[in-house]
């Protein structure tokens, strides 16, 4: 069965700071892609996809993630962190061929400090 | 235009009593889903409805009942509920056949067991 690993639960950046959320799914043929943001109290909502083509996405708040093939891995970054960014992230695959479902990652808390 | 809409936002329930979560979308979508949030956990399928008049199992069905009233509704049965079924209840909705199936969320239910 298909699966997503968002590599820490937690993480936190200082204001200005890089940010680096790691997502790695299982799958021997490219999923759709997914990352979805989730602010206290609020349903999900999409940051990006990736379907065919450029492995470079961006995508709304200034992140960005990068489809890597060869490393099963879909990382999200953006390269300034601001408070407002404070929130919880998903990553998440639809795998093939498989009508739409998708399966989510454990989440990552992102935190940002002043 | 609403978008996904759910209730209701809070509720409370007794071991034992049931409940109907409701979800409409306005958005012609044909597919709609049910998942559950837990912490560490991310979301998980419980049920998924392709079109109207169909509906399929998904990770976590034990316990649930969906009905896909017309195109626009589908909700969310609990016949008796248990502890274990204390959780933020998300319901999304997807346009059928435009890959990459990109999934609108609903606002949440925080249903709690006691």
């Known amino acids: 069965a298909q699966s997503v690993t968002q590599l820490g639960s937690h993480v936190s950046v200082s204001e200005g700071a890089l940010v680096l959320l790691r997502c790695n799914y299982s799958?021997?043929?490219?999923?759709?892609l997914f990352w979805y943001v989730q602010y206290p109290n609020q349903g999900l909502q999409l940051l990006l996809k990736y379907t065919t083509g450029a492995t470079l996405v961006k995508g709304i708040n200034g992140f960005e993630a990068e489809f890597k093939k060869s490393e099963t891995s879909f990382h999200l970054t953006k390269p300034s962190a601001h408070m407002s960014d404070a929130a919880e992230y998903f990553c998440a695959v639809s795998p093939y061929n498989q009508g739409g479902k998708l399966i989510f990652g454990q989440g990552t808390e992102l935190s940002v400090k002043p | 235009n609403a978008g996904v809409t759910q209730t209701p936002k809070f509720q409370v329930l007794k071991t034992g009593q049931s409940m109907t979560l409701q979800c409409a979308q306005d958005m012609n979508h044909n597919s709609m889903y049910w998942y559950r949030q837990d912490p560490g956990m991310g979301l998980r399928l419980i049920y998924y409805s392709a079109s109207e008049g169909t509906t399929d199992k998904g990770e976590v069905p034990n316990g649930y009942n969906v009905s896909r009233l017309n195109k626009r509704e589908f909700s969310l049965r609990l016949e008796s509920a248990a502890p274990s079924q204390t959780s933020v209840y998300f319901c999304?909705?997807?346009?059928?056949?435009?890959?990459?199936?990109?999934?609108?969320f609903g606002p949440g239910t925080r249903l709690t067991v006691t």
């Open positions: 999304a909705s997807s346009a059928e056949g435009a890959a990459p199936y990109e999934q609108y």
């Open positions: 799958s021997s043929v490219p999923p759709y």
